[in-house]
T-cell receptor, first 117, second 118 residues
């Protein structure tokens, strides 16, 4: 299995530009999560999907962030306009609904390191 | 509110020795899962081990074991026979179980940096 795939791995952009992060979950997984990691805040959930539907986006700044999952194998996280405080590592993770929900492990992608100048 | 606390910002261990990384948690949910992830300097998050709140036995995965003490709300990670490649940041995480309106999201601790000395 290829695991969770994220692109790009690194992104450097200037303040005010639009940034799009991409994620391909593990095949067959029905949950997809977007996390952000910073030194100050640690790892925090931005948004997650179940069967392509947004289940919880309470951690996402909605004025500039948007997340979509047009099909079961692809999700995007868009930031428009980007700001220096958005500089972080963005992780995508996926999991599946097992027979025992408590064993559903989230598997992470390699992350996208975003730098906004 | 749910909370995960890792009180050790950094730890050192001699190669081939065992080390325990501490994790305490707080939740009012009777059903939850506890996870440990490893983040090496390359940045990826690697799943290590899982413990369910109703599991009767402590989880083990190779050199990793989880010392689960439910009454004390602790879920310490034990790494036996440390190797140089174990040097990394380690995160403890908790998840409410799906259902009953729970989101299933992971709540992470701040992490512990482990350095294995040769």
């Amino acid at each position: 299995d290829a695991g969770v795939i994220q692109s790009p791995r690194h992104e450097v952009t200037e303040m005010g530009q639009e940034v799009t992060l991409r994620c391909k979950p593990i095949s067959g997984h029905d949950y997809l999560f977007w996390y952000r990691q910073t030194m100050m805040q640690g790892l925090e959930l931005l948004v997650y999907f179940n069967n392509k539907a947004v289940m919880d986006d309470s951690g996402m700044p909605k004025d500039r962030f948007s997340a979509k999952m047009p099909n079961a194998s692809f999700s995007t996280l868009k930031i428009q306009p980007s700001e220096p405080r958005d500089s972080a590592v963005y992780f995508c993770a996926s999991s599946s609904t097992g027979t025992r929900p408590s064993t559903d492990t989230q598997y992470f992608g390699p992350g996208t390191r975003l730098t906004v100048l | 509110a749910q909370k995960i606390t890792q009180t050790q910002p950094g730890m050192f261990v001699q190669e081939k020795e065992a080390v325990t990384l501490d994790c305490t948690y707080d939740t009012s949910d009777p059903s939850y899962g506890l996870f440990w992830y490893k983040q090496p300097s390359s940045g990826e998050m690697i799943f290590l081990i899982y413990q369910g709140s109703y599991d009767q036995q402590n989880a083990t995965e190779g050199r990793y074991s989880l010392n689960f003490q439910k009454a004390r709300k602790s879920a310490n990670l034990v790494i036996s026979a440390s190797q140089l490649g174990d040097s990394a940041m380690y995160f403890c995480a908790m998840r409410e179980e799906f259902g009953s309106g729970n989101t299933g999201k992971l709540i992470f601790g701040q992490g512990t940096t482990l350095q294995v000395k040769p």
